[in-house]
């Protein structure tokens, strides 16, 4: 049977050890075989002005996986036009890997805002999304408990972790110590760079 990919979409600026800990669950708890983080150089929604570049958060990202077998970085989007729709980057990988079985793996924060992308009935239509719990203001029109008919939103009870790629660069222009919140060789590729500060 093809292995089943969550495809864990995000700007990771930087990886934290929250988006680690959700995607090590998901291919530890849930059915899916593999989990790739994909980098994304431009999300439409939000601006690119606090944003390393993109070669930066993917070399974190790998540097991340590294010791994890099941769980990969991805470059896929860095070609494709900005900023990055997550339509068209699912038509595009489709057909790079006609083998695979993709899957969405989303926090419940961008669940919230799913129904505003582009084509979203269309991600809806063809693809499972597997959402965990993250607290964020605001409700979620498309939340399965809400009575419509959302087969394909599957929410896994994955740990909360109160961390945010937001809270890290601003630690770090304030001069805090935020090493326990990233993977140790992360910490150490970001403090020789001196990003953020
Ligand atoms: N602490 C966390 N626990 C679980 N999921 C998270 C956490 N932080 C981010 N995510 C999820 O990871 C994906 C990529 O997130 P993103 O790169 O925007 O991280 P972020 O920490 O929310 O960043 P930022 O603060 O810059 O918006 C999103 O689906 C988001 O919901
Ligand atoms: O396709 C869309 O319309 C769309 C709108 C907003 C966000 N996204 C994607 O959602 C992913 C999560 O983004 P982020 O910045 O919260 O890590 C990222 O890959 C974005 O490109 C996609």
């Known amino acids: 049977m093809a292995k089943k990919t969550g495809l864990y979409f995000g700007t ?5 050890v929250g988006h680690l800990i959700i995607a090590n669950h998901m291919v530890e ?17 939000k601006k690119k002005k606090t944003l390393l570049e993109d070669h930066h958060r993917l070399a974190m990202v790998r540097i991340a996986v590294e010791e994890y077998p099941k769980l990969q970085a991805s470059n896929v989007e860095f070609d494709l036009p900005q900023p990055n729709y997550t339509v068209n ?10 083998e695979k079985n993709f899957s969405l793996i989303m926090g419940e924060d961008n669940l919230k805002s ?5 084509n979203y009935e269309v991600i809806l239509e063809r693809y499972s999304i597997y959402v965990y719990p993250r607290i964020s203001e ?28 937001t809270f890290i660069r601003k630690g770090i222009k304030a001069g805090k110590n ?13 403090d020789e760079m001196n990003f953020y500060k």
Do not use: C
């Open 138 to 165: 605001g409700n979620t029109p498309l939340h399965p408990s809400r009575g419509e008919k959302l087969p394909q939103i599957k929410i896994v009870d994955a740990p909360i972790i109160e961390l945010s790629s």
């Open 12 to 16: 990771f600026n930087p990886i934290h």
């Open 114 to 118: 799913l129904h505003k992308w582009k």
């Open 178 to 190: 935020i090493r326990p919140m990233l993977p140790a060789e992360v910490w150490t590729y970001l």
């Open 89 to 98: 980057t699912l038509v595009h990988l489709e057909e790079k890997y006609p």
């Open 29 to 45: 708890f849930s059915d899916l075989d593999e989990v790739w983080f994909v980098v994304t150089p431009h999300n439409p929604h």
